[in-house]
C-alpha cells in the first residue's frame, strides 16, 4: 500500500468528530491494507509495536526542528516561530516541506512498508552517533514524501497523531472489516489477555475466530488489570454481591503482574509498561524464593520497612518508576514487598476461568509468605461488625481500605474490566460522597487577576468506555500550588489543539481544547443533576447530566492512561448511593 493512501484517510478522519464516521473511515482503511495491515495499526496509534515493547522513536522536538532547518533555507529560530504560530510540529513541517520542491516529489513510490522500515531504523538508532543518524533517516523520509505525508509522519514520530481514536474504535474498525458484532466481546477480551492490536488484526484477517475465542494469558506478555467498582458501605456491598464475598487489604502500592517463563522473569505495570528493570530487587528475590517453570502473578508492590513491618506510603514507591540509574541504592534504602491477590497461569495451564475462591486456593498451596512475597490479608464473612473490624485493622496496617470479592462460581477474572465482582471500599467512602476521582483534562480557562498568564480552571471529564468518549464533568480551580498553576500553560503546550477532540462531549466551551491525555485526582464535596455537563446526559434527568461540585486537586496521576479514569457509570453508580443517603 502507498503511504499517501494512509494520509489520504488521515485526512478524512480529522475532518470528523462523529465516532461512526471514524470508525468506517477506519475499516475501509484496514479492508485495503493487505500484508501492510499490522503496521498500520501501529502507525494510526503513533506507534512501531505494542506498548510492553518499549519501542520509542527517541526523536526529540528540538531535533526535528534542527532537521528541517537543514532541508530548508530557514533556521532554526524562524522554525521556531511557525511553530508557535500554528501549534503543531506536523503542520509546521508540512508548511516547510511545501517549499522545498526542488526535486522531483517521488523517485520511486513511497510505501506503507518504506516508511515503517526507515521509522523502526529510525527508533533502533543508538549510542554515539544516534542523533546525526536519527536526522538523516527523518531527512531522507522528508524529501521522498509529499507535504501531505510529511505532516502525519511528523506526527507519528512525535506520538501526535491525535485522529480522535483510541484502541476500541481501532477495534470496533477491525471487526466493522473482518469479522461480525457477535464477537465483540471475545475479541475484547483477546485484546485485554494480548494487548497487542496488530496481532489482533492479523487473527481477524484471517477469520481464526476460534484462536480469538481461546486467547487467555501468555507469560511475558502483559494483560490488562482487572478493576473493581467502589460502593460506600458495607451494607451495599453486601446486598451487591448477594452476601457471596471474601474481603481483601486494599494495599497502597503499585500494581504489579509479575510473569515467569523458564529461566525468564518480567515485571509489568497496570499501563502495560515493563517495569522490570526497576524492580530488581523483585525478580531477584522471586527467582530466589520459588520454582515454577512458568506463572503469572497479580498483586501489590508496596515499600515497607523490614525492621519494623511498618508500610510505607505509594510516593515512596513511585519514586522507582522511570529511574535509569540508582535503582541499585533505592532498592535498598526502601525494599519493596509484594502483596499477592491473584494467579491467572500456572506450570503451562491458564486458571482466568476458574472462580476466584479455586484461584485463592492455588495461591495458597504455592505459596509461603517470606520478607519479599506475601499474600492479601483477607477474610470470608458477611458479618458487617467482623467486616468493618477488618476494615478498620486494614487502616491501621497502613492500607487504603479493603476490596471485596464476589466468590460465586461467576467470578472468573476478567481482564481489563471494571466491574462488580471486585469493590473496593475506603474511608473516603464513608463520607456523604465517594468523593475521590480520576478525571481527564480536556480544556482550560484563562486565568484572571493574580492567575493572569496562568489557567484560571480546567475542564475535567470522566470517561464513558461505551462509547470511548470522554463526558465534561466539572470545572477545577482549586487545590493547586501557585508553582503547579503557574506551570500549566507548559505541562499543556503540546497538547493544546485547535478543535474540540473528536472523543470529547461538552457543551461547555473552554478558552483552550486540551487533547484527552492527563488525568488528575480529584476530591469533591458532591454530585449533582446539571443542564451544563454532559456526563451521563440523560440517564438521570432529561436535557440534563451530573456535575461534581466543590472540586478540588489532590494529584496528577502520571501512572494512569486517560482511559483509566473514573467511568461515567461509576459516577453514575455514585450518584445513586449518594440520594440513598439523603
Known sequence: MLFSEITAKFMEMEKTTKRLELTDILASLFKDAGDDLKNITYLIQGKLAPDYENTEFGISDKIIIKALSNISSLSEEEINKILYKNGDLGTTAYEIGSKIRQRPLFKENLTVKYVYDNLTLLARSSGHESTKTKINIYKNLLMDSSPDDIKYITRIITGKLRLGVANSTILDSLVLAFSDKDYSDAIETAYNFHPDIG???????????????????????????????????????????????????????????LHKKGDVIKIFSRGLEETTMNFPDIQKNFKDSYKFDSIIIDGESVPYNPDTGELYPFQMVSQRRGRKYGITEISKEIP????????????????????????????????????????????????????????????????????????????????????????KFKRDYEKELADSMDLVVIGAFNGHGRRTGAYGALLMASYNDENDTFESFTKLGTGFTDELLFSLPEMFSDKIVMKKPARVNTKIVPDVWIYPEIVMEINGAEITVSPAHKCAYNLIEKDSGLALRFPRLVKIRNDKKPEDATTTKEIVELFKMQKKTK
Open 336 to 423: 519493596i514487598v509484594m502483596f499477592i491477590f491473584d494467579i491467572l497461569y500456572l506450570n503451562g495451564k491458564s486458571l482466568v476461568n476458574l472462580p476466584y475462591p479455586e484461584r485463592r486456593k492455588i495461591l495458597e498451596d504455592n505459596f509461603n509468605d517470606n520478607d519479599y512475597f506475601k499474600l492479601a490479608t483477607r477474610i470470608v464473612s458477611d458479618d458487617e461488625n467482623i467486616i468493618n473490624k477488618f476494615f478498620e485493622e486494614s487502616i491501621e496496617n497502613g492500607c487504603e481500605g479493603i476490596v471485596a470479592k464476589n466468590t460465586s462460581d461467576e467470578s472468573v477474572y476478567r481482564a481489563g474490566a471494571r466491574g462488580w465482582l471486585w469493590i
Open 199 to 257: 496481532y489482533i488484526a492479523l487473527l481477524l484477517k484471517n477469520n481464526d475466530i476460534e484462536r480469538i475465542k481461546n486467547t487467555g494469558p501468555d507469560p511475558l506478555i502483559p494483560f490488562k488489570v482487572m478493576l473493581a467498582e467502589r460502593l460506600k458501605s458495607i451494607k451495599d456491598i453486601n446486598e451487591k454481591m448477594n452476601h457471596n464475598s471474601a474481603y481483601e487489604y486494599k494495599y497502597d502500592g503499585l500494581r504489579t503482574e
